[in-house]
């Protein structure tokens, strides 16, 4: 089964219908099953005197607070009935995250498939009481979270009518870039067997690799930011991929998908043909009369392994040549 790749847009359309839409496209040509966005009404997710996270400060205007920047960069609710409708066109999955009970409504009705909790919403009980209440798939990211912390807000989920089965949790650092020696990313397989739920990862470290590595690990679920250009202003560009770069992580996932293999330990169909040229057989070391006994003397091992193998040595020691034997000639 392919692991579920999700194109993270975000916020990293900056406010801009046409730039969400190029994005769809992008999320698409890489080979991405979904590609996702973030819907919100500001006002009902953070107040007024709400500061924003030190990375934020640093990637837009720190004059600002988290509510005047949210507004710049959040799209209207009516804006992704056209994504939605864009995404069905391009045949790949349109997802957003909501953060308040307005949003969820919002995508609820838009008919959204499946619903992604960020990982802030976590501690929400009212958030994932109403989310859990539709019974649809969910995927969970569990930045800053505890095992005990998942597993309350799974408990709710449950609950509230969403079966465990129909949740994967993701392990998550909330930190943009995350630093290398914070992803832990043994914590997915705690969060698995602890649990027993699904896992998958939703990456925020510069490049490709720990996704990659995560898929590895037997993640079922990727999700990862992605950008149009690094460069533009907004919050989350910076620790973001880039189109090539997005396209290159997919490709790389499709590769170690395809290299796991089912476990059994055998030659595989493209070595076989190696098995001849590169073993070994037993071979005259001198000239062997006839009669003669065979000896260390006078056997060797020596490619091919179109003769008897090595591993009957011991068989053939001590027995008398039944023909002669010139140097180099495979015994038997």
């Known amino acids: 089964m392919k692991t579920f790749i999700i194109a993270e847009a975000g916020v990293n359309h900056n406010g801009s219908l046409e730039q969400a839409v190029e994005m769809i496209s992008v999320g698409k040509n890489a080979g991405a099953h979904a590609i996702k966005f973030q819907t919100a009404v500001p006002e009902l997710v953070m107040t007024t005197s709400a500061e924003k996270a030190d990375y934020q400060v640093l990637t837009t ?3 600002e607070t988290q509510l005047e920047m949210a507004r710049e960069i959040h799209l209207p609710l009516d804006d992704y009935i056209k994504l939605k409708a864009e995404c069905d066109t391009q045949n790949i999955m349109f997802l957003s995250t909501a ?15 499946m619903f992604k909790i960020a990982s802030g919403e976590i501690t929400n009980l009212p958030y994932l009481r109403h989310i859990g209440e539709y019974g649809k798939p969910i995927i969970m990211s569990t930045g800053m979270s505890t095992l005990t912390e998942i597993k309350e807000a799974l408990e709710i989920l449950e609950r509230a009518g969403t079966s465990r089965e129909m949740v994967t949790v993701l392990h998550c650092n909330t930190e943009y870039p995350t630093p290398m020696e914070d992803v832990n990313l043994r914590a997915m397989l705690t969060i698995r067997d ?3 739920v699904e896992v998958g990862y939703s990456d925020h470290t510069l490049g490709i690799e720990i996704p990659i590595a995560a898929v ?13 250009d690094r460069n533009l202003p907004g919050p989350d560009h910076r620790a973001s991929l880039e189109p090539d770069e997005l396209k290159a992580m997919v490709d790389a996932i499709r590769n170690i998908e395809r290299s796991m293999g089912d476990g059994i330990k055998q030659p595989s169909p493209s070595e076989t043909n190696n098995i001849p040229i590169v073993r070994k057989s037993i071979v005259a070391r001198k000239p062997i009369k006839k009669g003669e006994l065979f000896s260390e003397n006078n056997l060797a091992v020596k490619r091919p392994g179109t003769g008897i193998s090595p591993m009957k040595w011991g068989d053939v020691i001590g027995k008398s ?10 015994i038997g």
């Open 61 to 63: 205007d720190p004059t």
């Open 99 to 113: 953060f308040d009970k307005v949003s969820l409504e919002f995508l609820q009705n838009l008919g959204q498939r």
């Open 194 to 196: 602890g649990l027993g």
């Open 216 to 228: 590895a690990l037997g993640a079922k679920v990727i999700e990862k930011h992605f950008t149009l």
């Open 321 to 330: 040549a039944d023909k002669e034997y010139q140097p180099d000639d495979l």
